[in-house]
């Protein structure tokens, strides 16, 4: 006995430390570590798409409303708003199910004189009605900004108790870095689309064509990077009649709900009380067809080329303002934006920017 115990004693001492370093060791893993999370699809109920348009703008989701400029985007947006508002009718003469709450941003227009008027105009509830006009900082008001304040509207929102729709106004506005460059939409917009998903909202952000895009796949004519079109889960585009005060909604494209079909209307000025003039959307009834025959049916551009390579230079001046970059690197943004090589090379002749190689290992950059 006396000659075992010391060798237990022994045994015992050592392998305590080592214990007690794979116990830290194994804490440290369970801390530090990144895992993949997996859900079986036999947990996962299946779960119908929530729409507040049916086929049209669904709840939870964000939408791109694009146009030209003159065909009342944002008159359209207030226009669906008011529907949500009262509960009343849609474009295509179906009924609204359900009212809510409709909040508006706009980096354009002033709630006093032109968007309240319009929504009045357009037979909404205003006391539904909501517009973010900036944030408390410090005990300072400073302006709302879409691309950084979207985690202190989470609260905002559950204050008036909740909402059903979001209007931003330009969606650009929630893209802090070049909104040419796909992985700064994406950045930006998540918050937007985590957002809508959180508080099962509907955002539409309104946003232009790029100019001289007339005859090109609607979707592909949304200003800025293809990564807007691409996040968003419907995109639907307005453009007005030549010589007319017709205009037409289309859908664009969607990945839940069918991506052809539209809609026609005008814009309509009326007095509403205190002899105060605003505009409203007027609906005239549905039209069939894809968005691209819809809008080429109203739309006449013999520039489209000039307009294309005019909207290219701006892009290029967008991403040399700040100094050289690599040619590589713009081949990537400019597909991204949507732009034909060719067209990028017309533009870069124009505006005299030169390629200038860096060394024998180094590859080439393209500079103002």
Same mark, same amino acid.
């Given at each position: 006995m006396s000659i075992s115990n010391p060798i237990i004693l022994f045994a015992s001492e050592k392998a305590a430390p080592d214990l007690i370093a794979a116990r830290t060791a194994s804490r440290a893993m369970l801390e530090d570590t990144?895992? /993949?999370?997996?859900? *079986? =699809?036999?947990?996962?109920? +299946?779960?119908?798409?929530? $729409?507040l348009w049916p086929g049209w703008l669904p709840a939870g989701k964000l939408t791109i409303l694009a146009g030209a400029a003159g065909t009342g985007k944002t008159t359209l947006a207030l226009g669906l708003g008011a529907v949500i508002t009262t509960?009343?009718? $849609?474009?295509?003469?179906?009924?609204?199910?359900?009212?809510?709450? /409709?909040?508006?941003?706009?980096?354009?227009?002033?709630? #006093?004189?032109?968007?309240? +008027?319009?929504?009045?105009?357009?037979?909404? #509830?205003?006391?539904?009605?909501?517009?973010?006009?900036g944030i408390v900082q410090h005990g300072e008001s400073v302006p709302f900004d879409p691309s950084q304040d979207i985690p202190e509207l989470h609260r905002a929102v559950e204050r008036i108790g909740g909402a059903a729709l979001l209007i931003i106004d330009p969606i650009v506005s929630a893209v802090a870095g070049d909104m040419h460059r796909a992985n700064d939409v994406r950045r930006g917009l998540q918050a937007v689309v985590?957002?809508?998903?959180?508080?099962? *909202?509907? /955002?539409?952000?309104?946003?232009?064509?790029?100019?001289?895009?007339?005859?090109?796949? +609607?979707? #592909?004519?949304?200003?800025?990077?293809?990564?807007?079109?691409?996040?968003?889960?419907?995109?639907l585009v307005t453009a007005k009649e030549e010589g007319s005060t017709r205009r037409v909604l289309a859908r664009a494209k969607s990945?839940?709900? +069918?991506?052809?079909?539209?809609?026609?209307?005008?814009? #309509?000025? /009326?007095?509403?009380? =205190?002899?105060?003039?605003?505009?409203?959307? &007027? $609906?005239?009834? &549905?039209?069939? =067809?894809?968005?691209r025959e819809i809008l080429g049916d109203v739309e006449h551009d013999d520039s489209e080329e000039a307009g294309e390579k005019q909207d290219a230079e701006r892009f290029l001046r967008g991403l040399l303002d700040e100094g050289p970059v690599p040619t590589r690197q713009i081949k990537a943004d400019a597909d991204g934006a949507g732009y034909a090589w060719a067209t990028v090379r017309r533009a870069q002749k124009a505006l005299g920017i030169t390629a200038v190689k860096g060394g024998m290992k180094e590859g080439w950059t393209w500079q103002l």
């Open positions: 990144r895992t /993949v999370k997996i859900r *079986c =699809g036999a947990d996962i109920k +299946p779960q119908a798409i929530d $729409w509960g009343g009718r $849609w474009p295509d003469g179906s009924s609204s199910t359900k009212k809510g709450n /409709v909040l508006v941003w706009s980096s354009e227009d002033v709630a #006093d004189d032109t968007l309240v +008027p319009r929504l009045i105009a357009s037979g909404a #509830d205003l006391t539904r009605c909501h517009f973010i006009e985590e957002f809508a998903e959180a508080h099962s *909202c509907a /955002v539409i952000g309104i946003t232009h064509f790029a100019k001289g895009g007339a005859g090109k796949a +609607p979707q #592909d004519r949304v200003i800025g990077s293809q990564a807007f079109g691409a996040l968003a889960r419907m995109v990945n839940i709900a +069918p991506d052809d079909g539209g809609v026609a209307y005008s814009l #309509d000025l /009326v007095t509403i009380d =205190g002899g105060i003039a605003a505009t409203r959307a &007027v $609906w005239d009834g &549905v039209i069939e =067809g894809t968005a």
